[in-house]
């Protein structure tokens, strides 16, 4: 909550002097430890991992023996959270977490694919993964833009729809994909501009519009397709060519994750850095921060707030309308209804994940896009021991305990959520 | 939901006016008509929903759009053609929902039942129904401050509780058919809880939590229903074992014709309407609800637990929206459940608590207003797009949230203590 974020204020720390983490602590012990017995009593003896590497050297395979991997990661989890319990540098924090659940999650990979007939195809997973992350990615994107002026922006699952209905549509009417790709932009900032008008100049429950804007979304592409349906040719799939860079893209793992990719993984990527430094070295990121922690200030030296938040909130339905293309012109698809699937809340906890900042939330895409990704793979492999339900929920299961675990310690802007009134003052 | 009072000073009607004679009834009459009050937002969203819904209808129509081709040519083929659609989709709404003409022909001429006349609004309150449950949901955890987004997926759980004890056992109804609807309830209790227990422990945003395990609770219906325990044994489609006979919701009015679905749940979601409106302004608890949404700091302050008081509105609201889903699985008769039988109910319940502005009465009106507009839209279809019905609400409640656009629009005045707006909250 707003106010309580203004009161407390950063207690100072020597950060190389030991200190216990408990509760991460036990957690990582009781994972790892949990691993080594899934290794020796889960998994039978004879049992190998493959690894391929399926798009550049297609003759190199390792199968490695799940048992020994799995031990050694889980111990490595245990070990890291026994230093936690220990007493560890604050400074060292960060890094030992960041093993820990890596060795963690690969261990589960390694279990995961150890079924016969599951071969992990590390390129095609982790070019898949990438491309995964980027309905995320831009919903993220667009929310840290909304959000760190101090405007929450729930409607992004809204403007994903409105974004790939009309992206499909302007590229059915027109002939040209990239004049899809725009439609779907312009598609985006219109609703988002409804948000935007609602929230400065109306001063709405932001939460509250934003839901309903969802559902208006909903409401008007379903309506629009079934409509739409009775005519030719309007929501047939367009796509877009895969760029291929040269030599580049027969360098192993490198090649096909970053060379062989759509324009879409290109545009995402570049937007990150791009809003990185709009928001951190320019005038306009300067103010916007200023409105999203204490409007009352920024208005004082100067800065209309509402205009700013106005504006902020429109151009990012750029970035959501574009991220809604995604959905449809990146993968090839007609549009269908509902199609998005909930991505865009789950856009929400990346952002939250990413702590507001563009560079946490590429990282916070990635592994969204990978969990994803890697659920898909086992799925359609057949080979899982979980059923493909499961595995589908767990983008959604990672958001809950993403936004369970890190709220209280992630914090959102100040004014967050607040709508600004001048006279208020 | 708690009223905020903002009123620009300029805008206060008649400020500072010295009190004339006693203004005419038919005067003030028309300044109620012209003023952005709760009674009359509420109509003009309706009429402006309808209008830019019938906007919609003549712009995505293929043979209408063509005659706008020659519009500047022939401009009265334009207007007829947009004219005959709009009230021939809004008519054929219109008998989906409330009274067949084409029945009330022969009835007339003696070839149709009473009972046949009354289907349309047994449809009706059979689409109301679930909705009376899942608006209250999601009204009720709105006094507390929290959006209950989740009332889906806690009416899925209270679908497969309710299911659960319905076909597990044979009892006599009097004991089966209560004990399968608070099964129900309590499936749908403990999943409502969750957000709530996530809000009170780590601050985790309600929204996006609920949103979460709607999702998940999706799938999971997917998967029990695929699952030998609950998959019908007869059948090899996706759907369930019927319940057993003693635990089928009965029929409100099989005396009249048995074509007439509406039953039981119905009389059973005004009861909860009632219980819901005595629970918030005769209960102590209900108090605790209000406080803790008009400001929570406040209530802290006066001592009340914020934390346990999250838990303990969630719990109830899923229960109402476990209700829901026990009066759908109970509901469908001799058919198990499917995927589909959850519809859309508990995201209509979000625009039914908005436009029955959080109270169980108008919640109860909300809730037959979008049933009508369901049903009308299900039998309408494929003549109307059946998404109408959706598109037609987020509008309706567009504007219900968003008071100062109606007033913009129509140029109305502010009322005396200013537009009903929401509070805002932050994350």
């Known amino acids: ?425 | 939901m708690s009223t905020d009072t903002k009123a620009p000073a300029a805008d206060q009607p008649d400020a500072g006016e010295t009190p004339e004679a006693k203004p005419s009834f038919m005067r003030l009459f028309g300044r109620y008509l012209t003023e952005a009050n709760s009674v009359m937002v509420t109509i003009y969203s309706l009429i402006l929903a309808f209008l830019i819904g019938a906007i919609l209808l003549i712009v995505s129509d293929e043979y209408v759009r063509s005659t706008y081709t020659y519009f500047f040519a022939r401009p009265q083929d334009a207007l007829s053609a947009s004219w005959y659609l709009v009230r021939d989709s809004y008519i054929a709404l219109f008998e989906g929902a409330v009274l067949n003409l084409n029945t009330l022909d022969r009835f007339a001429a003696g070839t149709a039942e009473f009972g046949d006349l009354l289907r349309p609004l047994s449809e009706t309150l059979t689409y109301a129904t679930p909705l009376i449950f899942t608006g209250l949901a999601v009204g009720l955890a709105f006094r507390a401050g929290l959006f209950n987004i989740g009332a889906q997926g806690q009416m899925i759980f209270g679908m497969l509780g309710a299911l659960i004890i319905g076909f597990s056992f044979s009892l006599p109804a009097v004991i089966h058919l209560p004990l399968a609807i608070i099964a129900g309830a309590i499936a749908g209790a403990a999943f409502g809880a969750v957000p709530g227990v996530l809000k009170a422990t780590t601050g985790a945003h309600e929204v996006i939590s609920s949103i979460m395990l709607n999702n998940i609770a999706g799938l999971f219906l997917v998967w029990a229903i695929g699952t030998g325990f609950l998959h019908s044994e007869t059948k090899s489609d996706l759907i369930t074992k019927p319940v057993d006979e003693s635990a089928v919701m009965p029929k409100l009015l099989s005396g009249l014709s048995e074509s007439l679905r509406v039953n039981w749940a119905l009389p059973l979601g005004i009861a909860a309407a009632v219980f819901t409106w005595w629970l918030l302004s005769r209960s102590t608890f209900g108090f605790r609800i209000r406080a803790v949404g008009f400001n929570e700091h406040a209530s802290a302050t006066a001592g009340m637990r914020i934390g346990s008081t999250y838990v303990t509105t969630m719990a109830v609201a899923g229960g109402l929206a476990g209700l829901a889903g026990a009066a759908l699985s109970l509901g469908v008769g001799s058919s198990g459940i499917t995927t589909n039988t959850a519809l859309e109910y508990g995201f209509d319940g979000i625009t039914v608590a908005l436009l029955g502005r959080a109270n169980p009465g108008g919640i109860v009106a909300a809730a037959i207003l979008f049933g009508a507009l369901k049903a009308g839209a299900l039998s309408a279809q494929p003549d109307v797009p059946v998404d109408i019905s959706t598109l037609l609400q987020a509008i309706i409640v567009l504007f219900i949230a968003a008071p100062a656009l109606v007033k913009a629009i129509l140029h109305l005045r502010t009322p005396r203590g200013g537009l009903v707006t929401l509070e805002a909250k932050g994350w």
Request: positive net charge; charged residues 10%; aromatic residues 10%.
């Open chain 1, 1 to 425: 909550m707003a106010v309580d974020t203004m009161t407390s204020s950063p207690a100072v720390v020597d950060e190389s002097v030991p200190t216990r983490f408990i509760k991460p602590g036990t957690a990582f012990s009781v994972l790892g430890l949990l691993l080594i017995v899934i290794a020796f009593a889960v998994v039978s003896t004879g049992d190998t991992t493959t690894i391929a590497f399926d798009r550049t050297l297609t003759d190199v395979e390792w199968a490695l023996p799940t048992t020994a991997c799995v031990a050694v990661l889980g111990a490595i989890a245990a070990a890291a959270g026994a230093w936690m319990l220990v007493g560890l540098p604050k400074r060292r924090l960060k890094l030992v977490s960041a093993v820990a659940v890596t060795a963690f999650v690969l261990g589960l990979l390694f279990w995961a694919y150890s079924q016969p007939g599951t071969v992990f195809r590390a390129e095609s997973i982790l070019a898949g993964a990438l491309f995964l992350s980027l309905p995320y990615l831009f919903g993220a994107l667009s929310g840290v833009v909304c959000e760190r002026s101090g405007v929450i922006n729930i409607g992004i699952e809204g403007q994903f729809l409105m974004g790939a209905f009309t992206g499909v549509l302007v590229a059915n009417v027109t002939g040209n994909v990239y004049a899809g790709m725009v439609g779907a932009m312009i598609a985006g900032l219109l609703s988002t501009m409804l948000l935007a008008l609602l929230a400065t100049k109306y001063q709405v429950n932001q939460v509250v519009v934003g839901v309903i804007l969802n559902l208006l979304a909903l409401g008007f592409t379903s309506f629009m397709y079934d409509q739409l349906k009775k005519a030719e040719g309007l929501n047939s799939a367009f796509s877009v060519p895969t760029l291929s860079w040269g030599p580049l893209a027969d360098i192993p793992v490198l090649g096909p994750v970053l060379f062989q990719q759509k324009i879409f993984v290109y545009i995402g990527l570049a937007l990150v850095f791009v809003v990185w430094f709009l928001l951190y070295r320019t005038r306009w990121g300067l103010r916007t921060r200023a409105v999203g922690e204490h409007p009352a200030a920024a208005d004082s030296m100067g800065v209309n707030v509402n205009r700013l938040r106005f504006w902020n909130v429109t151009l990012a339905g750029l970035i959501s309308g574009f991220g809604g293309a995604w959905f449809t012109i990146a993968n090839s698809l007609a549009f269908g209804k509902n199609m998005t699937a909930g991505l865009g809340f789950v856009a929400l906890a990346v952002m939250i994940v990413g702590r507001w900042n563009p560079l946490g939330v590429l990282a916070g895409a990635l592994i969204f896009g990978f969990t994803t990704q890697v659920a898909r793979d086992l799925d359609a492999s057949g080979g899982s021991v979980v059923p493909g339900e499961f595995l589908q929920m767990l983008p959604y299961v990672v958001t809950l305990v993403v936004v369970a675990g890190l709220i209280g310690k992630a914090k959102a802007p100040a004014a967050d959520g607040v709508p600004y009134n001048p006279g208020d003052k």
